[in-house]
């Protein structure tokens, strides 16, 4: 399948076959990013699924998955490449020994087989078919200096590596960015990107979800949990979950072959979307005082159209 | 800039005649239009833009807004803007079967920079905008102002900043600049690599050996480098603050302008980001935005509420171990004492530490009795007297320690 003949349809439609729900807006950007061959820059609150797009997109589309994982202290020599100095020096080693020519050993050892590849050359070499997915994911979490090195990048799909020249990509790969906002990304860096923000589901979006990705579930129960999730996301607690909580819970009661919700079982597997001690007795206080009832929350969930 | 309807009419109007037939003229006059109401557009989006608009179908509303979104905004907190400029700018063309979506302007979600309803809030507005001019008035009006200061010794330094003068402003960015280095320079995990430190790099040693034929000469070393906190400002602006609001606006702009990761934040009875407004070149400039923006200026003060708007909003994305929240207060709280305990505990939690600025502490007979600094002084790390240049340089000496 040729991602640059899909329409947004389709996108919508690939995606929903790997059981990931999109709105018809995501959908839009990501048509764009694929068809314009621009890069996609993410944000959104933790477990939103920022990160899964791109994982489902790179397998409907049969395309190989590089994902690079941001961090405090990355540098270009684990992100781009690096020269493999330890072969390097073996080589020359052996080159002293049967004394040979010094002019050659120069630049043999400058050459593709001494280059460790690391995720972003990886992607931009990259020989396949269709072109890979490069999932660069929270970058907020890496140094504003190495926001510099993807600038090149991201523009040009190239880098220039001065033993060598420059690298430059056969087919572009098909980039996604991430962030979590725990810094602002450089201007210069969201230029090069589409930019969409993706808002925690309403409660129909989310339903949605979890009949998608567990066709058996109860209809019942299915709402009880979203009504459930949106309601916690509105509360104070000093974490809110995310989708990614939501399938988990859903996952455990399944499991436990609840058929739907009472406050007994909540209590029991709030472990799934609480995170924090803190968390977790604030919501048993508001149950068992009466502040929290599941029966109330139903009725003010909206009604589904099915 | 305060984004009202009007605002965004005039922005259409303005750009009426930029307009032509055909996709590029009229993207590249939204593009203006859009720089006009204060959002950072390039020229690179704006051509990727009208490149990609035969890409979906142009009559699907929906479709198009999506298109020059995704490609000229990069920061949600524009949205609210676009999506206004892009109803008032498209609604002229003729659109027969797409529907105009209503305007609900005034209604607008209370986010931190969403754009304030136009007239019925005019006389807040102009509140503010007067309470921000009047800092720029020569400073004898405010010693109306006489909340507890500084008994008056005529010395420089020990002025109130509640009476100070535009030439001490030079004192106090000086003393600014070097808290802002004690803040930022800290000692980091990772590794810098050098001929001394405590651990030998193998890797570089290698690497460096290969001018002496491979042989083993110098020792490459790594050692700890100086890594960069970030700091975020929560400063109250509310009534009681008034006479410190001069230093205030200063000392916000100083720190975010000196330092790389700051956010800044100004509370009264509300919240609202202001980190976007005060990254300019010019103070007047940033004033300028400011006083458009700001709603609530001068008003009463609720800390708790405010802090528990910064919790849920902002702090789980802005406050790491890393960070040093400073808040700037007098302490006045008019609302629920037990929501700022909570809060500040939350805070507490996320950030790795917590400096508590109170312009009151210097005044002899001052003590935090009243409840709301009651309830917040044992989540704090610092308890520290902001009044004058001095208060400055002493505590830009705290921090040093601080973080030695």
Known sequence: ?306 | MDITLETVAEAVSKVASARGKGTLPNIMAFGRALKDLGVKVSLSQLLDASRSADLVDIAERGDFRELLRANLISQKEDFPVFDMLFDCFWREQSYERVPMETMDIQGTPTESQAPEGGDEEGGMEEAATEAVANENLPLENLDEFAVPTYSAQELMNRKDFSEMGTEESRAIARAILLIATKIATQISRRKKIGRKGPVIDPRTTMRRSMKFGGEVIEMSHRKRRIKKTKVVLLCDVSGSMDCYSRFLIQFMYGLQNELWGVETFVFSTSLSRITHLIRTKNIVDALDKISGTILGWSGGTNIGRSLHTFNRNFAPSMVTHRTVVVIISDGWDRGDVSLLEKEMQDIKRRAKKIIWLNPLLASENYEPLCKGMQAALPYLDLFLSVHNVNSLVSLGRTLQKMVA
């Open chain 1, 1 to 306: 399948m040729d991602p640059k003949q899909l329409t947004i349809e389709q996108v919508q439609e690939i995606l929903l076959k790997e059981k990931y729900v999109c709105d018809r807006s995501l959908a839009t950007v990501v048509y764009l990013s694929l068809v314009m061959g621009k890069p996609l820059l993410l944000e959104g609150e933790a477990g939103v699924g920022k990160t899964e797009i791109a994982k489902v997109l790179s397998k409907v589309l049969g395309a190989r998955l590089i994902r690079l994982q941001c961090y405090e202290g990355l540098d270009a020599s684990t992100a781009l490449y690096e020269w493999n100095y330890p072969k390097q020096m073996l080589h020359i080693k052996l080159e002293e020994i049967e004394r040979g020519d010094k002019k050659q050993v120069e630049t043999e050892i400058f050459t593709q087989d001494y280059l460790v590849k690391r995720p972003l050359l990886d992607a931009i070499q990259s020989e396949d078919a269709i072109p890979p997915v490069l999932l660069i994911d929270e970058i907020d979490r890496a140094d504003m200096e190495f926001e510099a090195f993807l600038l090149e990048i991201l523009s040009d799909f190239q880098i220039t590596i001065p033993e060598l020249g420059t690298v430059t990509a056969k087919h572009r790969p098909y980039v996604f960015l991430t962030s979590n906002r725990t810094r602002e990304i450089h201007d210069a860096l969201k230029r090069r990107c589409l930019y969409h923000w993706i808002e925690y589901p309403t409660f129909e979006k989310e339903y949605e979800i979890i009949t998608t990705k567990f066709p058996e579930v109860e209809t019942k129960m299915a709402q009880q949990i979203c009504a459930f999730m949106q309601k916690v996301r509105e509360m104070n607690f000093y974490k809110r979950p995310g989708v990614a909580e939501t399938l988990d819970w859903a996952t455990a009661l399944i499991a436990l072959n609840r058929k739907q919700l009472d406050d007994k079982s909540v209590i029991e597997t709030m472990g799934c979307v609480l995170k924090y001690r803190e968390d977790l007795s604030h919501l048993r206080e508001q149950v068992e005082n009466r502040q929290f009832s599941l029966e109330a929350l139903l009725r003010t969930s909206p009604e589904l159209v099915s």
